[in-house]
């Protein structure tokens, strides 16, 4: 089945630092990936999506993410962190074999300091 | 925001009781899931409908059973809640098998 992994369980940032969040994939075929964000107590919000096509993703908040089919990739990246980025970030991908379900990474926590 | 709501927002329950949570949407989506989140485990799913009357388990689906009697309510039931069942559980909707999930905003389930 379609799994992801993200391999960095914390990241710390300086405000006003560039900021890259790791995630690699597994499935054979083309995956549908999404990022997503989670502030403390609150529900997961979408931040970018890929199905197919342009391989680098425009998401909100300035994010952007690139699909690297190479390296089994799609890294989430931001040119310059905001201390209102402060949030914990999923990756996740379609498993088709359970009702398109999502398979989540088990997520990055980002702290930002001034 | 997707018309997504949970209830109730925050639970707590003693060992033995049965629960249930309630999702309801507003947005007449096909697909409707429930996944519980706990550390470390990031987000994993309990059970998905495909449409009303079907249903389907997930990868943590044992003491968990739902129901889906209309298109915009799915209910998770708990039968005999167990201290491993606190966690926090959160209903996503999705228009089509593959689309972009649309989550609410989750309930803390304590079991004691």
């Known amino acids: 089945a379609q799994s992801v992994t993200q391999p960095d369980i914390h990241i710390t940032v300086s405000e006003g630092a560039s900021l890259e969040l790791r995630c690699n994939y597994s499935y054979g075929a083309t995956p549908y990936l999404f990022w997503y964000v989670q502030s403390p107590g609150q529900g997961l919000q979408l931040l970018l999506k890929?199905?197919?096509?342009?391989?680098l993703v425009q998401g909100i908040k300035g994010f952007e993410a690139e699909f690297k089919r190479s390296q089994s990739s799609f890294n989430l990246r931001k040119p310059s962190v905001h201390w209102s980025d402060a949030a914990e970030y999923f990756c996740?991908?379609?498993?088709?074999?359970?009702?398109?379900?999502?398979?989540f990474g088990k997520g990055t926590s980002l702290l930002v300091t001034p | 925001d997707a018309g997504i709501t949970q209830s109730p927002r925050h639970k707590v329950t003693e060992t033995g009781t049965p629960v249930t949570l309630r999702c309801h949407q507003t947005?007449?989506?096909?697909?409707m899931y429930w996944y519980r989140q706990d550390p470390g485990h990031g987000l994993r799913l309990i059970h998905y409908?495909?449409?009303?009357?079907?249903?389907d388990k997930g990868e943590v689906s044992d003491g968990y059973s739902v129901s889906r009697s209309k298109t915009e309510d799915f209910l998770l039931t708990l039968e005999s809640a167990t201290s491993s069942q606190t966690s926090v559980y959160f209903c996503a909707i999705s228009e089509f098998g593959g689309d972009i999930q649309y989550f609410g905003a989750g309930t803390r389930l304590s079991v004691l």
């Open positions: 947005e007449n989506h096909r697909y």
């Open positions: 409908s495909y449409g009303v009357k079907d249903t």
């Open positions: 890929y199905f197919s096509g342009d391989t």
């Open positions: 996740a991908v379609v498993n088709s074999n359970s009702g398109y379900a999502l398979n």
